[in-house]
């Protein structure tokens, strides 16, 4: 079982549509939880930083962890074609510890 | 202000050659870390730098090694070059160590033949 699962898609939504991406992870120790947008054959771009469980919004983006059931989410609200991206979960314990990412969750906004 | 900046952001290599990978981080950030991309996967932690010292390191090789200058700026060494090193190289920077947002630059695609 990988430390972190994210479904790859693709999620092909119509323009205005709320979006859902997810990812669960095994890891009880991860406490800081990010969210990247990565378009094609760019770096990943940080959207959304969580610390522990709880919501977080940030314009259109809203981000929610709940610990207790190892799940974490990233709402996108009006979703416009230029949200078209892949989007990756993030996580770490603390300190020093590298980020582990999910396999991403390819997106894709039709007009 | 300028991001976090790599180079080079191509460049081909051949099996069993070396190759060196630099990044700059955003102006103030002292923690520079490198990760491993492949197609169609999330990225990889290899590195953790801060203040000069490796502060974490990943599941790779011993061919893989890295350094981090005074002015914060850091390189990634690749030895004896295999297929399987064909990647995005991505350098992310934050403010400390412990740091946890952490912004990454736009990559070196290394490309092993």
């Known amino acids: 079982q990988k430390e972190v699962e994210q479904d790859p898609g693709p999620l092909s939504v119509p323009e205005g549509a709320i979006v859902s991406l997810n990812c669960t992870y095994s890891?009880?120790?991860?406490?800081?939880f990010m969210w990247y947008r990565q378009y094609s054959r760019k770096g990943p771009e940080l959207l959304m930083y969580?610390?522990?469980?709880g919501n977080k919004e940030d314009g259109r983006f809203t981000a929610q962890v709940d610990k207790s059931s190892k799940y974490i989410s990233l709402f996108i609200r009006d979703s416009q074609p230029s949200d078209s991206a892949t989007y990756l979960c993030?996580?770490?314990?603390?300190?020093?510890?590298?980020?582990?990412f999910g396999k991403g969750t390819h997106l894709i906004i039709q007009p | 202000d300028a991001g976090v900046t790599q180079s080079p952001t191509h460049l081909i290599k051949t099996r069993g050659q070396q190759v060196t990978l630099r990044c700059s981080p955003i102006s103030g950030h002292k923690s520079v870390s490198w990760y491993q991309q492949v197609l169609g996967q999330g990225p990889q932690f290899i590195f953790q730098?801060?203040?000069?010292?490796?502060?974490g390191r990943g599941n790779f090789p011993d061919r893989f090694s890295a350094r981090q200058f005074p002015n914060y700026s850091s390189e990634l060494n690749v030895n004896a070059l295999l297929l399987g090193d064909s990647a995005l190289y991505l350098c992310a920077s934050s403010l400390e160590g412990s740091g946890n947002t952490i912004y990454f630059g736009e990559g070196s695609w290394l490309t092993v033949v």
């Open positions: 993030a996580m770490k314990r603390g300190g020093a510890d590298g980020l582990t």
């Open positions: 890891n009880s120790a991860f406490q800081y």
């Open positions: 969580t610390y522990s469980s």
């Open positions: 730098y801060y203040e000069k010292e490796e502060r």
